[in-house]
């Protein structure tokens, strides 16, 4: 009986495994009541490393290459089950085997606005996304610190925890460094290379190597993006004056054009020359080598040229209103009388 017994144990004799599809990083070889044939092969491809494990403790660690099981060959384990010199008997093993190729395009984002303290904007929630990519280098500590005893351990299982480490570091480096977020917006290869030189501890600490890590964007809440817009709009137009001249200078025929707007343009213009004064003074402004500011005498002319305009303005609108000039017709004269208050 057990003679037959040990006919019907099976010996493996070659030990290799072959990568099939993507996202796998360690695989155990199945072996379960298999034995290790004593000067068996094991052959290790490129990106690919192998360790013996014996009892749940890391033995001999294999490189690229072929190899014959021996004594000479598995020292680590021949200490461990004190074999001697001369033993030539299969044995027991667990073997692991990782990918140690680029794991690219990792992306990596925030799924919840990150709250920081802006020099500019105060307290803000900021949002940021972007890619990075990965090897495995040091096999024992990849399977002593995340992997285990697992049969196989792919790449999307290890993608959250590198996906929420990324967002811690990135909101340390973000509270510590004090930049505004406009700045950080507009270099996003500094922010990236920071990023990167922080997040590689981190990553060693698994067994891994940080390839590359890249911020794509960074962005801030709706209404706060508004905000921001008004403000370059603001610094776009110049100082506060100049856009006010600016706005002044557009309500003038937009006023003029809605129901009523006369009256109303002309109680504007009446209140000692408002609007056309301040109109008069930007448009010499932004010219080249613009005038200087009207005089007294010129305003009183101005103001009295206003109340004429204003007066023909409301007789012609009277008679487009009784059928008699076209809408056409009164907005060519409009537009002729309006220009000589510039």
Known sequence: MALMDFIKKQFVDVIHWTEEGDGVLAMRYPMQDFEIQYGAQLTVRESQ???????????????????????????????????????ESPFKSDVYFFSTRLQLDCKWGTPNPVTIRDKDFGMVRMRAFGIYSYKLTDVCKFHSEISGTRAQYTVAELDGQLRNLVISSMTDLFGESGVPFIDMAANLDELSRTLEDKLARVFERYGLVLDSFVVQNVSLPEELQKILDSRI??????????????????????????????????????????????????????????????????????ASNADEVIATLEKLHGLVAKGILSQAEFDAKKSELLGKLV
Do not use: C
Request: glycine share 16%; charged share 10%; aromatic share 6%.
């Open 49 to 87: 490393m192998a360790i013996f494990v014996n009892e749940g403790q890391i033995a001999d660690v294999f490189g690229p290459g072929r190899y014959r099981l021996t004594t000479s060959t598995l020292p680590l384990l021949t200490n461990l089950r004190h074999w001697d010199k001369l033993f």
């Open 233 to 302: 709009g603001m610094n776009m137009l110049g100082d506060l004056g100049r856009y006010t001249q600016y706005q002044v200078a557009n309500s003038i025929p937009l006023a003029a054009q809605n129901e009523g707007g006369i009256a109303g343009l002309g109680a504007g213009l009446g209140a000692g020359l408002g609007i056309g004064q301040t109109m008069t003074v930007a448009m010499a402004q932004a010219m080249p080598g613009g005038s200087a500011p009207v005089q007294p005498a010129a305003a009183e002319g101005s």
